[in-house]
Every structure is written in structure tokens, then in C-alpha cells.
């Protein structure tokens, strides 16, 4: 078996520097998918960059936390995804509205002509149990084949930042839990939610190295400037280093010196 690797940008359509950046880091690097935010307000310049550069199919990431975007059918966003754990518990967020959420942010972006190819969350709160099950059923009404299954490996220098390291742990146990529902998915690790935010060209190379055989993922967040004022928040203010990682000619050297092969979720299908 080889080694596969998809680099997936997430965000596209949040803003047009993110848009920027990641078409970039996909034409002139390493990137090898991406997955559009339906609810970004760079939604319709993002489709426009996709059919400039003759993209046809992209992942849907899907946004149901956010300070920034307004949602399609939930009455709002809850500002992380701690909060909306939280009032899904308490009952003030009903699943009807979050199933309804996440079908117009497909619907959205069927009608642009996309092709699906996999479903993605904003902080990965499609991990959380009642929102997993809804993935599963709208992915299988919507033919979408794959579900993004973010299971990162814990690693002894997470101690180092407990905050960061409870984080990783808590996505880490609802992986686990999830494993037997998410059937469709890479077979090997998922790197990039620890890191996210604050990503270095050694925690790539790194994780190059240990890359094991099968199809991996990297998560990332590379944008065309650090002061665009909407990039401010953990995940996009390292965009400008994350856009300098995956077009860094020792990255994509490394890759090929490794053997190893990026390609899209859409290729799983022919692994």
C-alpha cells in the first residue's frame, strides 16, 4: 500500500483574502482539496475563483458556531463550539434546526454546480454525537461520499499546553466513539487540530515523516494576509505562514523525497 496525503484548505468563501490564499497554495503548492463555507461572506467571489481555475468539486464545511456569519435556518450562531454543545444539551438549539441548517448550506452549494465530494465542520463539532448522526443522514441523501473523521494522534508534547491537550483529547474520545458510524473515511491519521492556528513549517515536515501508509489528511487554513481584519480569530491568523508552508519548495521536495502521493477526497474512491 502507498502513502496518499490530502492537504484540505478549510474556510473558503469566508473572506476574499481566504479565498485568495488558498486557490494560491492549490494551484502554486501542495493543497490538494478544499471545502467551501456556504455561510461565508465570500461565498459567490469563491465560486467564481473555482470556476476561473476549473475546479468542480470541493468538501462543504459546514459552520454551525461563529462570531462573524449569520446562519440559513438556526436562529443564530453560538459563539464556539463549546457553547453549542451546550445548548444542544439544554434544549434551546433543536436537531430539526440543525439538520435544516446543514441541508441549506449543501443545498447552496449543489446550486452553484459543485460536486461534493466530502462534509467538514467548522471545529470539528460534527464529532459531537447527535450532530454526527446527522452528517451520516444528510451525506447519505445528499451523495456526499466522504465525512472528514479528524482522528489525530495524541502526542507527548501536547502536555506541554494543557489548554490545547484537554482540546485534542475531547475530539480524540468523540473519534473513537464515532468510528463505527462513520464508515466512509480515510483509513489513516488526520493531523492539523492541535496545531491549528499556530501551524509551523517543522510541525509539517514532522508529520510528513511519520506519515504511514494509506490515505492521511492535513487540515490548514492558509490565507494571502495575516492583517486582513476578518482573518482575526485562532484559525485564520496564521493564514499568511500557512499559505508560505505548502508553497515552500522544501515541503513539496520533502513530499516528493518521501514518495508520498496528495490527492483529493475524490480520488478515495479510486485507491
Same mark, same amino acid.
Given at each position: ?74 436562529e ?44 467538514d ?14 452528517f ?5 441523501? !445528499?451523495?456526499?461520499?466522504? *465525512? +472528514?473523521?479528524?482522528?489525530? $494522534?495524541?502526542?507527548?508534547? #501536547?502536555? &506541554? !499546553?494543557?489548554?490545547?491537550? *484537554? +482540546?485534542?483529547f475531547?475530539? $480524540?474520545?468523540?473519534?473513537? #466513539?464515532? &468510528? ?45 494576509e495575516d ?45
Amino acid at each position: 500500500m502507498n502513502k496518499y496525503l490530502i492537504i484540505n484548505a478549510d474556510d473558503y468563501g469566508f473572506s476574499e483574502k481566504t479565498n485568495q490564499g488558498i486557490i494560491e497554495a492549490y494551484t502554486k503548492g501542495v493543497v490538494s482539496d478544499l471545502s467551501i463555507m456556504a455561510v461565508g461572506v465570500a461565498f459567490e467571489d469563491g465560486i467564481t475563483r473555482l470556476k476561473e481555475n476549473s475546479i468542480t468539486t470541493a468538501g462543504i464545511h459546514v459552520c454551525l458556531t461563529s462570531d462573524d456569519l449569520k446562519p440559513f435556518r438556526m436562529e443564530y450562531f453560538p459563539k464556539n463550539c463549546f457553547h453549542l454543545f451546550r445548548d444542544i444539551v439544554s434544549g434551546k438549539i433543536k436537531k430539526q434546526k440543525i439538520y435544516a441548517e446543514i441541508k441549506a448550506q449543501v443545498k447552496k452549494a449543489k446550486e452553484q454546480g459543485l460536486s461534493i465530494s466530502h462534509m467538514d465542520s467548522h471545529e470539528h463539532v460534527h464529532m459531537f454525537f447527535p450532530i454526527t448522526d446527522i452528517f451520516i443522514k444528510i451525506a447519505e441523501e !445528499e451523495n456526499i461520499p466522504y *465525512i +472528514r473523521y479528524p482522528n489525530e $494522534k495524541i502526542r507527548a508534547a #501536547f502536555i &506541554k !499546553e494543557p489548554v490545547n491537550f *484537554i +482540546r485534542s483529547f475531547i475530539l $480524540k474520545t468523540m473519534c473513537l #466513539f464515532s &468510528k463505527k458510524k462513520i464508515k466512509r473515511r480515510i483509513s489513516g491519521e488526520f493531523f492539523g487540530h492541535f496545531h491549528s492556528g499556530r501551524l509551523t513549517k517543522k510541525d509539517v515536515q514532522r508529520f510528513l515523516k511519520e506519515t504511514e501508509k494509506g490515505a492521511s489528511e492535513i487540515g490548514c487554513h492558509p490565507g494571502s494576509e495575516d492583517k486582513d481584519p476578518q482573518q482575526r480569530d485562532q484559525w485564520r491568523k496564521n493564514g499568511q505562514n500557512e499559505l508560505n508552508i505548502f508553497t515552500d519548495k522544501e515541503v513539496i521536495e520533502q513530499i516528493k523525497t518521501l514518495h508520498i502521493k496528495t490527492i483529493s477526497f475524490k480520488d478515495l474512491g479510486t485507491l
